[in-house]
C-alpha cells in the first residue's frame, strides 16, 4: 500500500499555533510563517499579527536580548530567538498599518540597541529593514530614529557595507529620510562629526555604481554639503584622514556629466562640483577621473574642461528658459513666478562654479608648472568667451524690456564683472553699448544700484587706465555711479562687502578719471562731489593707515581742482564741520612727506605727488585748509603756494 505524501502546512495550521495557549506552540508557528508567508502578502500577515498579537513578539524579542524568557528556555536559544522575532517583525511591517503603529514606534530604541551591541548580526539587514519601515510610516517615526541615536549607528557601520549592497541602499534611505524631516543645521550641531563621516564614506559607492542608488547618493551628498553657511561641516571634511573621498566625489561628479541623464540630475552634479571647490578650493577641479568602462585615467585638466561646458550648457539653456518665463510673467501667473525662482536659483549656481574656473585659470596662469596646458586653456577661453556673448545677450533682451532690478540680472553682472576682470576688453563693443544699463541694474532686495557697480570695478578700474576707457565709463554717466559706489562703501552709513578691495578698486577707478580728465568730457555734479568729500573725511577720521589717507587726500586734491571753499560753504549739505574735516586729511597726509619719510611713505610717494601739486594750484581758493597746513608746519614755502 502507497504512502500518503506528506502535506505541507497551510495558513491555517499555522494560525492555530500562533493562537495555542502555549508559548511552544506560538514560537513553532512564527518558524512556519517564515517559511511560507510572501513580503508582499499583506492579507495574510495582517492575521498572522492578529493571531500572534504584539506582545508575545515583544516577549520573544526582549527574551532574545537577554531581558526576557519565552517558554522558559535558557541562554541557548536566545540568538535563535532574537533572530526570530526581528525577521517576523520586519516582515510584518511591510503592512503599513501595523508599521505605524505605536507598538512597533516603541520598538525602534530596542533595534537600535541590538544594533549597536552587535553590529556583525546576521538579521543586521532585516535590523535596518524594520527601522526604514517603521520610520516612513508615521508622522513622529523619523523624529523617534533620529532621537534614539541612529547616526551614531549609522557611522559606525556603514563603512563596513558594501557599495552595491542592500544594506547601502537602505542606510542611504534612512539618512535622506531624516533629513527631510528634521533641519539640517540642527542635524549638524548635533552630529557633526558623523555627518562627516557619512559624506566621506558615502563618496565611494557615489563613484563606483552605476545603478539608481548613484543618484540617490547624488541627492543626499549633495543635500548635505550644498549649504555653505554649515562651515564646521566643511571645516570637517577638510580635515579628514582618509582625502580619497574627494577624489571619489570627483569621479562620481564626472561619470554623471559624461552620462545622459535628467537637467535636474545634472545640475546636482554641478551643485556638488560647485560646493568640493568651495571646500577644497579650485585645484580640486585638477585632478586624474577614473570613469567607468575607461582602464585608462582621464587626464588631469579633462575633468575641468568637462565641468566648464556642462556650466556653459547649463547657462545657456536657463538664461533662454528664464527669458521666455518672464515673457509668459506679464499673465500674472504665481506658478511662473515659481518656476522664475528656481531658474534664477539654478543660474546661479552654473554662474558660481564659471566665475571659481575663472578664478582658477586667473591664479594659475602666470605660475610655472602649472597642469593646465596651452590647449587646455586656449579651450577654456573660448567657453568662457561663448558664455560671456550669451549673458550679454540675455542683458541686451532684459534692457530691451525695460528690466533692470532681479537676482539673474544681478547675478549676470556679476559674471560677466568677473571675466572682463581678467579680460577687460573682451566683448568691447558691447561692453559699451550695455554699461551704463548694467551700472543701474539692481538686485531683488535693493533699493538702488550697489553690488552691480562692485561687480564691475575691477574691470572698469583697468579700462580707466587708457583714456579711450575713461571717455567710455564717463559718456555713459558711470563716473557718477562709481563714485556713490565709493560713498555707500566708505561713508556713515557704509554698506558691508566681501572685501576691502571694492573700496581702493573704486578709488583707483575715480583716480583715473580724474588724472586725465583734460583728455576727457567728464562731467561732475556737484551734489555727487559733495557727498564724496565728505565720505573721504569720514573714512579717514580715526585711521593710522596711511595708504588709506593718501588715496583719500589724493582724490579731494584731484576734486579741489573744479571747486572752492566758497562754493562749498554755500552748498547746503556742507558745513564747517565738513571743511575741518578735509583740512585735517589734507595736513596729514603733507606732513607724512617730512624728510625723514618712513617706509609707508616712501610706498605713497606717488600720492602724495598727486597731492603736493594739487595743493599748489588750488591752496589760495581754500584759505582754511591752507592755515590747518601751515600749523602743521609742512615744508612747502608760503611763497610758493601763493605763486600757485
Known amino acids: 500500500m502507497d504512502s500518503q505524501p506528506e502535506q505541507s502546512p497551510s495558513l491555517e495550521d499555522c494560525l492555530k499555533l500562533l493562537e495555542g495557549e502555549r508559548d511552544e506552540q506560538r514560537l513553532a508557528g512564527l518558524f512556519l510563517v517564515t517559511k511560507f508567508c510572501k513580503g508582499d502578502d499583506n492579507a495574510s500577515l495582517r492575521r498572522v499579527y492578529n493571531a500572534v498579537g504584539f506582545h508575545f513578539l515583544d516577549r520573544l524579542l526582549r527574551t532574545g536580548m537577554g531581558k526576557g524568557s519565552v517558554g522558559g528556555s535558557g541562554a541557548d536559544n536566545r540568538d535563535a530567538y532574537l533572530k526570530l522575532s526581528i525577521t517576523v517583525l520586519a516582515a510584518l511591517c511591510r503592512v ?53 541615536g541612529v547616526m551614531k549607528v549609522l557611522t559606525s557601520q556603514i563603512s563596513t557595507f558594501s557599495d552595491d549592497s542592500h544594506l547601502m541602499e537602505i542606510a542611504t534611505k534612512l539618512v535622506m529620510l531624516i533629513l527631510s524631516k528634521l533641519s539640517l543645521d540642527v542635524i549638524a550641531k548635533d552630529y557633526l562629526s558623523e555627518l562627516s563621516v557619512i559624506v566621506s564614506t558615502m563618496a565611494r559607492p557615489f563613484a563606483v555604481l552605476q545603478n539608481s542608488l548613484k543618484f540617490e547618493l547624488l541627492h543626499l551628498l549633495c543635500t548635505i554639503i550644498s549649504l555653505n553657511y554649515l562651515a564646521p561641516l566643511h571645516d570637517a571634511l577638510r580635515v579628514m584622514p582618509n582625502g580619497s573621498w574627494s577624489y571619489y566625489m570627483r569621479d562620481g561628479i564626472a561619470a554623471i556629466l559624461h552620462s545622459r541623464v535628467a537637467p535636474a540630475e545634472r545640475l546636482e552634479a554641478l551643485m556638488l562640483a560647485e560646493t568640493m571647490v568651495n571646500i577644497l578650493g579650485g585645484q580640486w577641479l585638477l585632478g586624474q577621473v577614473n570613469l567607468p568602462h575607461k582602464e585608462d585615467l582621464v587626464p588631469v585638466d579633462r575633468f575641468l574642461l568637462l565641468v566648464l561646458e556642462q556650466s556653459r550648457v547649463e547657462v545657456a539653456v536657463l538664461l533662454n528658459e528664464l527669458a521666455y518665463l518672464k515673457f509668459e510673467a506679464s499673465k500674472s501667473c504665481s506658478s511662473i513666478a515659481e518656476k522664475i525662482l528656481l531658474k534664477q536659483r539654478n543660474v546661479a549656481i552654473a554662474f558660481s562654479l564659471m566665475e571659481k574656473i575663472i578664478k582658477l585659470i586667473s591664479d594659475t596662469g602666470g605660475n610655472e608648472g602649472d597642469s593646465i596646458d596651452e590647449s587646455t586653456l586656449t579651450n577654456v ?59 543701474l541694474i539692481e538686485g531683488e ?26 571717455n567710455a565709463l564717463a559718456s555713459s554717466g558711470g563716473h557718477k555711479a562709481v563714485m556713490e559706489c565709493l560713498i555707500k562703501l566708505i561713508g556713515p552709513d557704509n554698506h558691508m562687502v566681501e572685501n576691502d578691495s571694492s573700496v581702493f578698486l573704486a578709488c583707483d577707478t575715480i583716480m583715473n578719471l580724474l588724472l586725465k580728465k583734460e583728455h576727457v568730457l567728464l562731467s561732475l555734479d556737484e551734489s555727487t562731489y559733495v557727498h564724496l568729500l565728505k565720505a573721504l573725511a569720514y573714512w579717514t577720521e580715526d585711521t593710522e593707515d596711511l595708504s588709506v589717507i593718501m588715496m583719500a587726500s589724493s582724490i579731494c586734491a584731484l576734486i579741489f581742482d573744479f571747486t572752492s571753499e566758497k562754493a562749498l560753504l554755500n552748498h547746503p549739505n556742507f558745513d564747517g564741520g565738513s571743511l575741518n574735516g578735509l583740512s585735517r586729511l589734507i595736513a596729514r597726509s603733507l606732513a607724512s612727506g617730512g624728510q625723514d619719510m618712513s617706509e609707508d611713505a616712501n610706498a605713497e610717494a606717488d600720492l602724495l605727488e598727486i597731492v603736493n601739486a594739487g595743493y599748489t594750484r588750488w591752496a589760495p581758493r581754500f584759505p582754511h585748509i591752507r592755515a590747518a597746513v601751515e600749523i602743521n608746519s609742512i615744508l612747502l614755502p608760503t611763497e610758493e603756494i601763493r605763486r600757485g
Open 381 to 439: 577661453i573660448r567657453a568662457l568667451n561663448e558664455t560671456i556673448s550669451v549673458v550679454l545677450e540675455y542683458l541686451q533682451d532684459a534692457k530691451e524690456h525695460g528690466q533692470r532690478k532681479g537676482d539673474d540680472l544681478l547675478a549676470s553682472v556679476r559674471i560677466v564683472g568677473s571675466y572682463l576682470a581678467e579680460a577687460p576688453f573682451a566683448c568691447k563693443e558691447k561692453i559699451e553699448e550695455l554699461l551704463e544699463y548694467m551700472l
Open 445 to 470: 532686495d535693493e533699493q538702488s544700484p550697489f553690488y552691480s557697480i562692485c561687480f564691475l570695478l575691477p574691470m572698469l578700474c583697468q579700462i580707466t587706465m587708457k583714456i579711450e576707457g575713461c
Open 96 to 148: 503599513p498599518e501595523i508599521a505605524s503603529s505605536k507598538d512597533m514606534n516603541l520598538k525602534i530604541p530596542l533595534i537600535l540597541e541590538i544594533m549597536s551591541k552587535d553590529s556583525g548580526s546576521s538579521v543586521l539587514e532585516e535590523c535596518y529593514e524594520f527601522l526604514y519601515l517603521v520610520s516612513t510610516a508615521s508622522e513622529d517615526g523619523a523624529l523617534t530614529l533620529y532621537e534614539s
